[in-house]
């Protein structure tokens, strides 16, 4: 079946505008995370939904980062007033309920902010 | 403060050998940890689960050990190909941040010579 995807692939904004960032992740699955990969870094969490459950925002680096989850499906990450720190690939993973905690990912947004 | 750590130097091996990646962690209490493959430009890919009571996991080529007493897993992948070549990424679900969150190291790369 389709995989977890994420659109737009790269995007390339500039310092001050706000961006959107789609997740559509694999159908059936309930929860879903985003995390931002900075170069060289690791992957960083910012957010996780789980079902109907209030949304964990613990790693949301600031109150310009917000995200919902519409439907129980499709996930927007909104970074408001981009900054060049920003910059980022910014990966979706969704993963099924119960005892499996494999993570499925999609491919990634690029984010260049210039 | 609490630290998953992967070697940051590419791993250089030949084709044929055994490799071994090495993930430490400090301060965590884990509940399972994770393996993932990343090629460049792609999302992470699920390779391997370990829960904190077990001491080995194969699949394949592959063998995950997980110790903590020493706080560190080792992953192993034998008669490695070229193909085999990647970033390899360690993934912790911790009880004491959340054990459906994962917190990843920062990846080790392996390079697997003809």
């Known amino acids: 079946g389709a995989g977890v995807s994420q659109s737009p692939s790269n995007k390339v904004t500039e310092k001050g505008k706000d961006v959107e960032l789609r997740c559509d992740p694999i159908s059936g699955h309930t929860a879903l995370y985003w995390y931002r990969q900075s170069l060289g870094q690791g992957l960083e969490f910012l957010i996780y939904?789980?079902?109907?459950?209030?949304?964990?925002k613990s790693g949301l680096p600031s109150d310009r980062f917000s995200a919902e989850r519409t439907g129980g499906s499709v996930s927007t990450l909104t970074i408001q007033r981009t900054q060049q720190e920003d910059s980022a690939v910014y990966l979706c993973?969704?993963?099924?309920?119960?005892?499996?905690?494999?993570?499925?990912f999609g491919p990634g947004t690029r984010l260049t902010v210039t | 403060s609490q630290k998953i750590e992967q070697n940051s130097e590419a791993l250089n091996i030949q084709e044929g050998k055994t490799a071994t990646l090495t993930c430490n962690y400090t301060n965590y209490s884990p509940a399972y940890l994770q393996w993932y493959r990343q090629d460049p430009g792609r999302g992470p890919v699920f390779l391997l689960l370990i829960r904190e009571n077990e001491k080995e996991k194969r699949k394949e080529r592959l063998k995950v050990t997980f110790d903590t007493t020493l706080k560190q897993s080792l992953f192993h992948i034998t008669a490695s190909q070229p193909a085999d070549s990647a970033t390899y990424l360690c993934?912790?679900?911790?009880?004491?941040?959340?054990?459906?969150?994962?917190?990843f190291g920062t990846g080790t790369r392996l390079l697997v010579s003809p």
């Open positions: 993934a912790l679900g911790a009880l004491n941040t959340g054990f459906q969150k994962l917190v």
């Open positions: 993973a969704s993963r099924i309920a119960g005892g499996s905690y494999e993570q499925y």
């Open positions: 939904f789980q079902g109907n459950s209030a949304p964990d």
